[in-house]
Every structure is written in structure tokens, then in C-alpha cells.
DNA sequence: AGGAATGTAAAACGTACGTTTTACATTGCA
DNA sequence: TGCAATGTAAAACGTACGTTTTACATTCCT
């Protein structure tokens, strides 16, 4: 495994369980098993190192909830929280904690999340065969809500999302 | 206004913006209006600080959702965000922000999560005439997907869980 | 064989962190 | 009148931040 992807591997790990600000340099690169030099020669900066571990984490979460219906991608999360954990969503974390103002990491969550509501629109469209804004919508609150609550309900909450959307989408059907 | 108000208030404001890491002590002072040594007579700690931040959150907003139906909850959400802004859960984002390693603030999150489950278990048991743990789950969800899906979606996210939340609810009614 | 490329360890850069201290001014109550 | 309480400004505490530098070792290609 090259340094990089060693690097950004020991980033996102850091950076999702203690959070960006949290997580100091030093941490970083024993963590990462390399010398600061190496780390900022392949980092460039620590924005641009969490921009980096946003833009593979989009990767690695767009493949995963590459489905046909929408019950097929509450499965998916039901699999992601199973392997990731419950910690809620990292873009909208990552902009929280920085309030927006670092320009890498604000441009990585603008470029997922509207990746995401174009998928959950695709999902719902090829689930009903055709087009439903508003279900979209409802099902991209309940995919963010299930994210979130899981948190401290646990898994259930995605059950419940699962259960619900599975409601919605039965009725816009007929 | 005394100074632990103002300091409260003012710390609220700076850690909901820029988030709790970022927010330096100076910074705090400062929009406190007040010394350093003012400030952690009345703070305690910056911890102790967000702690009380979060009390007085957990106030304000629990007073804000005291209703008796699933709808009017989703239209006091609706007035909060108008009001508050869309910056997520202060909650969740708090404890994802010190990885829950900080008592203080860890406690005051679970404290706040569990009124919350329980307030929700209530409007839906109050709007239904009987107690519902599916229902309520899914309520949950949609309320928690509505306050993070509004950072990136805007209002319309409030509403298409508005819409949902009706919808489950009078399926759940006969 | 030789030299760019890539790595290391470790110290230093200046700045900012959360917190405490020193020295002093202003109040409000007994 | 006097003194405790409460405030101020400003410097200092030691530590850690993100980042760069210095000096040196090791590969890998031609």
C-alpha cells in the first residue's frame, strides 16, 4: 500500500471517530506510520487532506447505494452502518466544524451531497418509473434522519426509515 | 442582562457557527464583553461552558415542541429553523466534535436525546389516542432527517417530512 | 556507477490554545 | 466608613497547533 492511501486511510479513520479540529498533526502521522515531511508531501495541507478523505469517502459511499428501488438502498445503509458505525454524516460534520469557512472542505460536501439527492431522485425515478420530486425529497429526509438517529437509537432507526419509505413509495405507486 | 447570561448567550451563538473546537476562549470573551477571568468565574471550564449551553438549548427547545399532535410538531420545527437557522443538531455535532471523550458535554447530549424520545413517544401516543413505538420511531427519524437534510435542502426539507409524518400518521390512525 | 526521487528523525517556526495570576478599579451592603 | 464582592486589563503559564527546515539515509532508474 502506497503512502497516500495509507495516509488518507489513517485520516479518515482519525478524523471521523475524534473529529477535523480534534485531530492534531502529531496524531496524524504516527497514525499514519510516516515522517511530517513525507505527510505534507503528499497532504499538501490538512484541509486539503480532509478534502482528499471526503472525496474517497463519496467514492466508497456512492458505490455502495448503486440501486434500482428505494428499498434496496435502505439496505445498502443498513450494510454501511454495520461496517462504518453510527456516527452520523462526516460532509455534514466536516462543515459544521468549520463553519463553512474552509473553502476545500466546502467544496467536497457541495459536490457530494448534491451527487446524493441526484441519486436518491434517480432511485425513486427508476423504482416508480418515472418521476416524484416530493417522494425524493421525503426519502432523502428519512436516509438523513436514519443516518443521524442512529447515532443513539441504533439500528432501529434505519429499520424505521426502511419501514416508512417503503410505505411512501407503495403509495406513490398506485 | 447579568453575565452569565450574556456569556451564555454569546457562547451559544459561537459554538453553533463555528463550532465548538474552532471557538478559541479569546474569540469568547470578547463577543462576552468581558475578562478572561470574569469569564471563568462564571464558566467553569470551556466544557462546563458548552455543557450549560446545551441545558439552555434543551430548555428553549423543548419548550418549543410542547404540542399534541405529530403535525404541529413538524410545524414548530418548521418555526425554529425560520428562526434558528439550519445548522444540524447542536447536539449530535457537539458529540461528534469531542468524539464523546468530554463527560461534560456527553451527558448533556444523552440527557437531551432521551427527552426528546420520550417527548415524540408522547405526541404520537396523545395524536393517536394510544401508544405506537413503530410510529414514533419513524417520527423520530423524519424529525431528525428534516433538521440535517434543511442544511444543504433548505425548508423544503421541514415540509416533504411534514408531508411523510401526516401521511404515516393517519395510515397509523385506522 | 551516479544522481534524482523518496524516505527518515528531530528541531524549530510563529501562533494560538485553555487556564491562572498579578495588580488594580468599582461597586453595594453592614 | 470600611470591606467584601465583582469587575477590569494584561501578562504569563505550559502545551499543542499547523507547517517548514535541516541534515541525512535509502531506494530506483538509466
Known amino acids: 500500500m502506497d503512502m497516500t492511501s495509507k495516509l488518507t486511510a489513517a485520516a479518515e479513520r482519525l478524523f ?14 504516527q497514525a499514519a506510520g510516516m515522517s511530517s515531511r513525507t ?10 487532506l ?9 467514492r466508497r ?10 428499498d434496496a438502498l435502505f439496505a445498502a445503509l443498513e450494510d454501511w452502518v454495520r461496517v462504518e458505525g453510527t456516527r452520523g454524516c462526516l ?8 463553519g463553512g469557512d474552509t473553502p476545500e472542505i466546502a467544496g467536497a460536501v457541495a459536490a457530494h451531497k448534491a ?9 425513486v425515478a427508476a423504482d ?5 420530486a416530493d417522494l425524493a425529497e421525503q426519502v432523502l429526509v428519512l436516509f438523513e434522519g436514519a443516518t443521524h438517529a442512529a447515532d443513539y437509537r441504533g439500528a432501529k432507526a434505519v429499520s424505521a426509515a426502511r419501514a416508512a419509505a417503503a410505505i411512501l413509495t407503495r403509495r406513490a405507486r398506485t
Open 128 to 132: 416508480l418509473g418515472r418521476e416524484d
Open 61 to 70: 459511499f456512492m458505490a455502495q447505494i448503486e440501486v434500482g428501488t428505494v
Open 91 to 98: 460532509f455534514l460534520r466536516s462543515q459544521a466544524e468549520t
Open 50 to 58: 480532509m478534502a482528499r478523505v471526503l472525496g474517497e469517502r463519496d
Open 16 to 29: 471521523d471517530r475524534h473529529g477535523y479540529m480534534a485531530t492534531g498533526m502529531d496524531r496524524l502521522t
Open 39 to 48: 505527510l505534507y508531501k503528499h497532504a499538501g495541507s490538512k484541509a486539503q
Open 115 to 123: 451527487a446524493f439527492g441526484q441519486r436518491v431522485a434517480d432511485i
